[in-house]
């Protein structure tokens, strides 16, 4: 059974950081990739950050320079450094396993409650 917990989020002023943490339980967590969503209120669903199993990385323009995704496989953990946050960044963040096709992330059907960041200005 696929588990993923979802940690980290919180209240920050502009600017601040926050580190999120997604525990995954019930997959070979090392040979799959990993993805960090974030979906505000009224927007759908977008993807942030994605790290392949062999530790390659991508990341939504919006984001690039100020987040970055990591993976513990000994922990079956996968993290978002987040720094310089923007209120825009306030959202929901959800983690997911997937695979790469390419540079291309696809998701598998598998979520947890996910982790609100609220950035003020």
């Known amino acids: 059974q696929v588990q993923l917990v979802e940690s980290g989020g919180g209240l920050v002023q502009a600017g601040g950081s926050l580190r999120l943490s997604c525990a995954a339980s019930?997959?070979?967590?090392?040979?799959?990739?990993m993805g960090w969503y974030r979906q505000a209120p009224g927007k759908q669903r977008e993807l942030v950050a994605a790290?392949?199993?062999?530790?390659?990385?991508n990341y939504v323009d919006s984001v690039k320079g100020r987040f970055t995704i990591s993976r513990d496989n000994a922990k079956n953990t996968v993290y978002l450094q987040m720094n310089t946050l923007k209120p825009e960044d306030t959202a929901v963040y959800y983690c997911?396993?997937?695979?790469?096709?390419?540079?291309?992330?696809?998701?598998?059907?598998?979520w947890g409650q996910g982790t609100q960041v609220t950035v003020s200005s």
């Open positions: 019930g997959i070979i967590f090392s040979i799959n990739a």
């Open positions: 997911n396993a997937g695979r790469y096709s390419g540079i291309y992330y696809y998701p598998y059907n598998y």
């Open positions: 790290i392949s199993s062999g530790g390659s990385t």
